[in-house]
């Protein structure tokens, strides 16, 4: 098949969403598929790149930091990266779109689909549905919802990581999604002759973000 991958970030720049993207790319790349990538360009990567089997375009969209990108810089994506998405669609013809995030990147996927006629699957995280991280993001659902509406409604199929992330787009969208959990790939760990100590020892690791609920951890 021929898949075209979109996410408005993938490594080095963005968090786990992005490098899920990479490991699923890569993974479908493998696997024979040939998987292009349209993202944001950011300073000092090139243009085009070959990687692990698949080809990562980028475009500009004005992303001034690697690990976080404001409301603006979402939307400047948006607008830079049509035009390249399209071209992908219309010349190269890919058999279905791997959206990744239905905010922001959703809206590219519905956009594309419509004009082309090719189905796009959304791949979601929690940050994604309202009620995810309210702090957050609940204002801003307020205002985009009837635009995240189609998003969803329009999908061919959507995927997210957790049973609540599955019940939030329930009630947000009336949605069915299917659960594909976050994986490790546990053969390429390295595993401990050693018993596990007493007591346990849990290691964190991530972004001290208010979402990551580090509270509920400890």
């Known amino acids: 098949m021929k898949i075209l991958v979109l996410n408005y970030e993938l490594p080095p720049i963005g968090g786990g969403g992005g490098q899920a993207a990479e490991e699923i790319s890569a993974g479908l790349a493998r696997n024979g598929h040939s998987v292009r990538v349209q993202t944001a360009h950011y300073r000092g990567l090139p243009k085009v790149e070959n990687r692990d089997g698949y080809t990562i375009y980028r475009s500009w969209s004005f992303r001034r930091s690697a690990h976080t990108c404001s409301v603006f810089e979402m939307g400047v994506f948006l607008v830079t990266n049509l035009l390249p998405s399209l071209k992908h669609a219309l010349t190269w013809k890919p058999d279905v779109i791997h ?118 951890l400890v």
């Open 99 to 216: 959206v990744h995030f239905a905010v922001p990147t959703g809206f590219l996927g519905f956009v594309v689909g419509r004009v082309t006629g090719i189905p796009y699957v959304v791949s979601t995280q929690l940050g994604d549905v309202p009620g995810g991280v309210p702090d957050q993001t609940d204002h801003l659902f307020r205002l985009i919802k009837p635009l995240t509406n189609p998003v969803w409604k329009r999908a061919s199929a959507v995927t997210v990581p957790s049973g609540h992330i599955q019940r939030l787009a329930m009630k947000s969208y009336k949605r069915s999604a299917e659960i594909v959990p976050n994986m490790v790939d546990l053969m390429s760990v390295a595993q401990s002759p050693h018993e596990p100590h007493n007591p346990k020892r849990i290691v964190f690791a991530g972004r001290f973000n208010p979402q990551k609920n580090l509270f509920s």
